[in-house]
């Protein structure tokens, strides 16, 4: 195998795929980055067995083959070349010599052959969705994808299509986020992509310099997420989601509109004294044309006072402030609407400008 | 204790003297920023008892007195709020009330009275210098001073003054870094500043806006560092700093002129190989018009050559590449002399533009 490519084309691709590789693995040839020529284009893997990043890149291939060079070393070492023409040539033991302009380095690699295949996935379950679209799906929704590897189901996001409507759905026990959006397709699906598959890709998405849409295909197990060359490969979670619209709450007693930042920066106030107790609860107090939020531990207390506009009951209720703080920052509205029953019932937050949001969170107990 | 300020300056103010309070204090009155009214103005002090800053700031006073606000809270509180007015109000028992526009707080403070005195320094053995050039001095040492507690005189960097000319030095057993500089003054004297202290003199002269020159002044166990109203006291370490001019080797045999950038990419592209190595060693071959930098690993290996201008014999030696990088890191000269005598002896980094800095390092064994 042997070929000459441009320095920074190469370390763009590399940096795509060892997204992929997991410092980590017991695999060892999992550590490297598979490299492979496909006629004049060059073939590039990186692949944890839960998710695998496949690129493409012009390249000057003198002689077919394939190899798996170790990442980390890799990625660094092609970052800090000059930008000009690198030469790849691979011996038959797998040595991988690289040269570039005055540089020169041997890596000992490993052989193509014994990497694993990629999965194939059937093309006829798919949508094509605007990438800025999904990416923003994500960022309103993946920080409430639970952690807790006790309910492996809802460490990922429900990605549920129907009759041209596409939900996004993140549940963690205290809250839950839906991002709605509206995509061309026939299709009907429901399947469950884990977290860090959908961090990953909105990683990519800003990285990635093209024009197309961004192509979603499903099979039972797998989803593959496709925009020009590249193709991310994810396992599914496998199980039930939540029946999340059986959740949503409905007959609200008290509705308030509040401006998105203002209640934003107190809420974040109120954070730094509660985060000093073991009950990092904060107090809500809704009545006539304000809330009073307020907040205490044994280093002191907090008051803070916004204005609103209120619809219905007064009401006492208290929260986990991050998780009021987390909803605050994604939702691209000036004003929202907090939609409340009593001071047990979940509470929803919605901008105001659309209905394509909706987060609901649950309420604590508060020390009275 | 009553006074108003603006909270941008308040926090400003806060940030500088923060810098000194530990957050791993056993006495808790030191975990917390000291406020006093003087006159018109407010005095705030942050103490580690190694490490004191002292700062002033206008303030509307109404009543006078002091007490002591734990800082962690007070910092990220302050800098959350708007930037309008703050009202802070102490009780009798030291419970701080912080007013700001709608928000409210309260603060269980200490007792002002219980805070420890800063130690008094004679102005007497005092010189004057520009920040900047300061700062440059702390940049081009400060990563040679050793982190080795075991020899706790060279945690710290000689600063040496005499007719005239101001040395700093750090020495870590491995390589020895010297700046030098002219100042006016009749002063003579030496004393060793812990590491700490210099890094955050730096970072408080790159924060300050001062026309000033840095004033500094000197008794026998302490150093204040004085910029305007902002006042930085440190303890001095004890003991005789290491005799560095004894060192400097002279005599070399090889003098090499290299491009400074050109040789640090170079030796930064080796390390990536070489630190996959217990022995981090890479090797110079220093020959005719070129030196060969290689380093080896069980990853493999690297071969890189960089145009010199060579006087004296050929020679190979070993260094720790790390030790190069930060030394060519802080060098601003484009082109630089490597002075070499064997591959035992000590090499010597000079900038060819000036002579204002020394950059000594030991050679080390390479497997052949």
Known sequence: MKFACQQQELSTAINLVSKAVSGKTTLPILSGIYFETKGDQLRLIGNDLNLSIETFMDANISEQGSVVIPARLLTELIKKLP????????????VITINCVDSSFKIVGLPGNEYPELPAIDDQNSFEIDKELFSNMIRQTSFAISQDESRPILTGALLEIENGKFNMVAIDGFRMAIKRANVKTALSNKAVVPGRTLNEINK?????????DLKISFDDKQVLFTLDTLKVYSRLLAGEFINYTQILPSDFKSVAKVNSDQFLTCIDRSFLMARENKNVAIKLEIKD????????SEMGSSMEKVSIELEGNDL?????????????????????????????????????????????????????
């Open 83 to 94: 930008n000009s023409s690198v030469e790849i040539d691979v011996s038959e033991n797998n």
């Open 204 to 212: 990519i998405i800003s990285q990635v310099d093209s024009k197309g």
């Open 289 to 296: 044309d304000l809330i009073k939020i307020s907040s205490s």
């Open 316 to 368: 006492e209720i208290g929260f986990n402030p991050k998780y009021l703080i987390d909803a605050l920052k994604v939702i691209d509205s000036e004003d929202i609407t907090l939609e409340l029953i009593n001071n047990v019932s979940p509470c929803i937050i919605k901008p105001i400008d659309h209905d394509n949001y909706t987060y609901l969170v649950l309420p604590c107990r508060i020390s009275k």
